[in-house]
Structure formats: structure tokens, C-alpha cells
């Protein structure tokens, strides 16, 4: 706690408190009323996107209340550089997890036990054991954060079992206010959040889901890889990001073939040794333009504001994944990109993944449905923004303008007849080939297994010659995704009918659908790079050069010392002293006694 807040009003210490100590001058979206139930004592679920403030809502309440405020995180390999960038501005914080010695979590228990933190960051596996809560017995504490909650859920895609046991919280200290706070959950999530965690008497906050600096563009077609590239190359020649692929084998082929191309890009999977995931991890915070490729198993409460771009090269089993993932971008709020490109094969594996789960029938209806919303997601015609916070019951109004298919609607075909071809040369050909082998004999392409089969000699032989096969390959996916068609659980992917494919065929219903042109696609999205003078990018480029410095001497990463968003407002600004320094966005008072003139003396020089 500040001294000079001491004997302010609460309201009034917690502004204080973010201005001083965080360096914003007001409070966002619902940041004001969630402190302020805390601070009365009251239990809150907070759902706010990535890069909304959700910690904020926390922290200045631990630094308030008597006590220390215990963060639940599951998140050990971070956790020292969430607790380095709260020391860098003023907070007294540390963390407690596995990866120290008995002397350290000795050390770490006595400034508990002596009321010398504001927080501390712990695991749920550890906030578990009978040793942890009796040491919590002893102390004095403020409040319980529970970060990524989202996690509680068996629904969810990131469920921890650990965090079911959570709801010990309230029963051991039912006095301590509780939060709860996650970027990602539907309505059922949020329902089981609240089972799970007893948290039937909090305040639920809801804030937009939308992210409006992201731009999304999702695209299906072949050679992924390379369009991955000239994506990057276009938008993001020096930038930070992240590659999404689903097996642990494409990240590293992904990386090699990235590095060979000339960029910095580090593989991230379970498959890695500990020591070589938090050497890459550190790295990617750390140094400016690494590209992380990695499974989900990488950027869960990663707080690195300054990734510009998030890629998949698979398509995600859910729209929940999906967001969260791409949330990784921009979250300092500056623009930022999310490009997805899919295929066939993601349909066909993500459905017989689904199929051959040993989980209870109404868990995989569950996630049959989830993972029907993604891939209508990624077919529609219409405004992806307006289906992507549909999703999470969020309502906008009017097409965002921001995503691939408003900037260059996409358009649509009587697919009518052609599906009709194709749905019968599925069952003239006996209901159990992959899509390559109907797409030939539609086609009439001689092979010796057709004509083995005997199937040149069927009426669908030869008759789909107006379509090239990427288009065939097109209507396809669209009849898996809309349900006429589904593949066999086994190895081979053979197509069959389902019962939505009779009226169809019957002649009763018509099919319009996604047009995928002959033509290559343009691959570019939006520029998310500053927009800057020759001159303001001299000194941008300078202020970066000290940024790195600074953070280099203190072991710590470029984005705790200033955000990329602060130095854009310093150039826009050009301050001249500490007093005009200190009105800079993300300027605490820590950080300007430590940084500011290092910093006005740069902006000096460029003058």
C-alpha cells in the first residue's frame, strides 16, 4: 500500500493506487465496481477478454485489504515473470511453487507470516496440500484470486482437476472474498465456474468478448505452410507471434522450416524436455520478433502484450480454443492479426478424435457440438465477429467491418447439383472410400484401382469434370461440415451418408454454398505495425534500444519496463521532464523514478 493513499476514501486509495503504481488514469470496462465489491467483502466471477485488465481487479484490492492476496494460478513456469514485473512496479509480490528450494519457500513463508506481501502467486496443486492451508491458518489474508478459472470445467478445453477441489476456499475462510476470473466460458462453463466454486453469491461481471484491434481471417485451402509465410512476410516481417499446429511433430517441422527461412522460431510442446520449454518460453519473452510454434500446450497467461499475430495451420476443436488462442494477440491494444487456414483433413480427424473418445456419450455429444460451431464458424459467409461473440451470447449488431469476410465478402454457388453427384457417387461406390478416390471417378480419371473396383463402369463415373478437383475437394468439407456426409472413425476416413442427405438427393431441398475460386486467394490481412514517420521511427527504434537495455540489466522482459503502446504515446507526446513524463500511459510513479529520465534523455536526443 502507498502512504500517501493511506487515508484516502477506498475508491479514491484505488485510483490512486492505479495511477501511481500502474500509471493509468481511469479505470476500464467494469475494473472500478469488481475492486469495489472486494473491497466490501463480496465474492465476483469476472469474464474480460484477454488484455482487458483482469488483474488489476485483484491486485489493487490485495494492496488494500489487511492481508495478502493469494493468486491461484496454474501457471508455475510464469509465475516468476508475473512476480518480476510486479516488483518492477513497486508491488510486493512473490510466488510459491515446486521449482524452489526449501530455503526460498522458507524465505517466502516468513514474509507471509509477517505480513510483508501484498500477494502471492501459488498452484492449485499446492493450495491443495494440508501443509499450504495450515500455513494460510496462520496468516493474514486478503483475498483469494482464482485465475483461469475456466479450468473447474470438465466442459471446458483446458479442464485441471486440481481446481476442483478449489472450493475449499469457502469453506476454510468463508470471511475471504473470492474472484474468479477467466477470458473464456459460454454460458455452461460459466454455470459450472460457479457449481464447482461455490460461488453462487458472487457478482458476475460480463464484459464484451469482442476484440476489436484483432482482425480474423480464416481460409481453406492446400499448401498451408506456404501461405503461412507470404501471411507473415506481408504483415509481419519483424513481429512476434505465434504458430499453432496440432501435433507435436508438425511444431517441429514448422520451426526448422521457419528458422531456414530466416526468422527467429522456437518449437514449444509436452514432448520437450522441462529446461528446453522454459529456455524457449523465456526467449520468446524476452527478445523482440520470436515466433513460438507450438502446441496448446504454450500461452496460457502469457502476458507479453507485443505478439502481433496468432497462427493456426490447424483448425481448433472448439470456438472457446479458438478465442482464447487468438487472444494472445495484441493485447496491448494495438492491432493485431488472426489467421487460420484448414483443410479436409482438419474436419475428418477433429471428427473421428471425437468419435473415438472413451468419454461418456453426453460429453461427446458435447463436444460434437462444439466443434460443429467451429467449423461453421470457419465456412459462414457473413461477419466472423458477429457469429465468434454469438458463441458467448453477445449481440452486435451491425457486421464489424474488422474480418476477412466483410472486407472481401466472399460468395456463394448453387451447389445443388454437384452435392447431388457427389453425395451419389458416395453411395454407387458402396459408402466406404475417402474423398481423394470420389473425387477421381467423378472426375473419370483412369486408375487401376478404380477399374478394379469396376467403378468406371457406375453412372458417376466421369460425370464431375466441370469442378477442378480443389473445388470437389471444397464441396466436400461443406457436406462433412453441414452434416450430409461422415467419415468412418477408421484410419481411412470413408465417406457416408447421413439421413440430412436424403432430401437432398430426393430432389426436396436446394444447397447454396461457400465459393472457392480457381484463383489463388489473397493471402494479406491488416498491417498491425505502428504507422509511423521516418523520423518518429528513428526514435521509436531508439526508445526500443533502451527499453531492451534497461530490461537486459534487470533479467527481466522488454514489456515490463514500457509497453510498446507507451512509447508510441512518448513520441506522440514528446515530454520534456518527469512531470510530463509521468502523464504517459502505463508511467507509475516506480517506473518514472527509475526509467523516466533514461527515457526523456532519448527523446531528447532525437529532438
Not at 78 to 92: C, F, N, P, S, Y
Not at 125 to 152: K, P, Y
Request: hydrophobic share 40%; glycine share 6%.
Amino acid at each position: 500500500m502507498t502512504p500517501a493513499s493511506s487515508d484516502l476514501p477506498t475508491s479514491a486509495r484505488a485510483l490512486d493506487l492505479l495511477h501511481s503504481v500502474f500509471g493509468y488514469d481511469r479505470f476500464r470496462f467494469q475494473q472500478a465496481n469488481i475492486i469495489q465489491t472486494l473491497l466490501d467483502g463480496g465474492d465476483a466471477l469476472v469474464l474480460m477478454p484477454t488484455g482487458g485488465g483482469k488483474s488489476v481487479c485483484f491486485q489493487i484490492p490485495a494492496m488494500i485489504r489487511a492481508g495478502v492476496g493469494i493468486v491461484i494460478s496454474p501457471l508455475i513456469a510464469l509465475m516468476q515473470d508475473q512476480v518480476d514485473a510486479l516488483k518492477t512496479a513497486g508491488i510486493r509480490a512473490d510466488y510459491m511453487n515446486s521449482t524452489q528450494s526449501s530455503a526460498v519457500r522458507a524465505g517466502v513463508e516468513k514474509r507471509l507470516l509477517n505480513n510483508e506481501l501484498d500477494l502471492l502467486y501459488v498452484s492449485p496443486e499446492r493450495l491443495n496440500t494440508s501443509d499450504f492451508i495450515t500455513l494460510l491458518q496462520r496468516s493474514c489474508l486478503a483475498l483469494f484470486a482464482i485465475d483461469e478459472a475456466h479450468c473447474v470445467s470438465q466442459w471446458g478445453h483446458d479442464f485441471r482437476s486440481d481446481y476442483l477441489q478449489l472450493k475449499l476456499l469457502h469453506q476454510q475462510f468463508p470471511q475471504v472474498p473470492r474472484i474468479a476470473l477467466t477470458a473464456t466460458a459460454d454460458k455452461r462453463t460459466r454455470e459450472e465456474i460457479i457449481q464447482q466454486l461455490e460461488l453462487q453469491q458472487a457478482r458476475v461481471f460480463i464484459h464484451s468478448f469482442d476484440r476489436a484491434n484483432i482482425f480474423y481471417r480464416i481460409s481453406e485451402g492446400q499448401n498451408n505452410r506456404d501461405r503461412l509465410w507470404r501471411f507473415i512476410q506481408a504483415n509481419h516481417a519483424g513481429d512476434a507471434g505465434i504458430v499453432y499446429c496440432l501435433s507435436r511433430k508438425r511444431v517441429e517441422a514448422i520451426a526448422d522450416w521457419l528458422h531456414l527461412k530466416g526468422r527467429i522460431a522456437l518449437p514449444y510442446h509436452a514432448g520437450m524436455d522441462a529446461d528446453t520449454r522454459a529456455q524457449h518460453q523465456h526467449r520468446f519473452l524476452a527478445e523482440e520478433g520470436v515466433i513460438i510454434v507450438a502446441t496448446i500446450a504454450f500461452g496460457m497467461g502469457i502476458d507479453k502484450p507485443d505478439v502481433r499475430f496468432v497462427a493456426h495451420l490447424n483448425m481448433p476443436k472448439t470456438i472457446e480454443a479458438y478465442y482464447q488462442e487468438t487472444g494472445r494477440a495484441g493485447r496491448d491494444g494495438l492491432p493485431a492479426n488472426a489467421w487460420l487456414a484448414y483443410g479436409m483433413q482438419d474436419v475428418i480427424s477433429l471428427r473421428q478424435i471425437s468419435q473415438q473418445s472413451e468419454a461418456s456419450e453426453e460429453f461427446k455429444r458435447n463436444q460434437h457440438r462444439k466443434l460443429d460451431s467451429m467449423l461453421g464458424l470457419c465456412e459462414q459467409v457473413t461477419c466472423r465477429r458477429q457469429t465468434l461473440l454469438a458463441y458467448f451470447d453477445e449481440t452486435l449488431d451491425q457486421a464489424c467491418g474488422h474480418c476477412d469476410n466483410c472486407t472481401e465478402p466472399p460468395t456463394t454457388w448453387d451447389a445443388t447439383e454437384a452435392a447431388r453427384k457427389a453425395l451419389s457417387c458416395v453411395f454407387r461406390t458402396g459408402q466406404r472410400f475417402g474423398v481423394n478416390y470420389l473425387i477421381d471417378v467423378l472426375m473419370g480419371k483412369p486408375q487401376e484401382r478404380i477399374s478394379r473396383n469396376r467403378h468406371d463402369q457406375i453412372s458417376t463415373w466421369g460425370i464431375g469434370t466441370e469442378l477442378s478437383m480443389n473445388q470437389w475437394r471444397s464441396l466436400f468439407r461443406q457436406l462433412l461440415v453441414y452434416g450430409y456426409l461422415e467419415s468412418d472413425s477408421d484410419q481411412y476416413g470413408g465417406m457416408r451418408l447421413t439421413q440430412r442427405a436424403k432430401p437432398l438427393l430426393g430432389g426436396n431441398e436446394n444447397l447454396m454454398l461457400r465459393e472457392v475460386s480457381p484463383v489463388k486467394q489473397k493471402l494479406t490481412s491488416r498491417s498491425s505495425r505502428p504507422s509511423l514517420e521516418v523520423t518518429d521511427q528513428t526514435l521509436f527504434d531508439a526508445l526500443r534500444a533502451l527499453r531492451k537495455s534497461l530490461a537486459d540489466d534487470l533479467g527481466v522482459p522488454p514489456y515490463v519496463i514500457f509497453h510498446d503502446k507507451s512509447l508510441l504515446e512518448m513520441i506522440d507526446a514528446l515530454p520534456t521532464n518527469l512531470s510530463e513524463m509521468a502523464d504517459i500511459s502505463g508511467v507509475g510513479a516506480q517506473k518514472l523514478e527509475r526509467f523516466g529520465q533514461a527515457f526523456l534523455t532519448v527523446i531528447k536526443q532525437h529532438q
